[in-house]
């Protein structure tokens, strides 16, 4: 949602997959929190000093309904980390989701 001064000063990025590519997504014995990325990875802000993101959550791939995805976290403060555990031995599948973000003035 974009108002007053900062309407349309939020845009998606394009997604490079080869950023997840790279991640040591390995399997551990151990609860391991590993960080994905965050939410300036999927958008540019034209204002970001006076339009900051103030709040984003996740959504499945629909891009409506909410996540029900345990896998996946999203912090709830700047810079919105997104992040997985890493002890399930076969993986995860079926882990698509949507990032929504507001931006405020």
């Known amino acids: 949602m974009q108002i007053g001064s900062c309407l349309n000063v939020l845009s998606t990025k394009e997604i490079d997959q080869s950023k997840f590519d790279k991640l040591n997504l390995m399997w551990q014995p151990k609860p391991t929190t590993v960080e994905i990325t965050d939410a300036e990875y999927f958008f540019s802000n034209k204002r970001q000093s006076i339009c900051p993101m103030t709040s984003c959550k996740l959504l499945k791939e629909d891009c409506k309904t909410p996540s029900t995805n345990i896998n996946i976290v999203l912090s709830g403060v700047w810079p919105f980390n997104i ?8 993986g995860y599948k079926d882990d698509g989701f949507c990032v929504e973000c507001m931006i405020g003035d």
């Open 83 to 90: 992040t997985t555990d890493q002890q399930s031995i076969l």
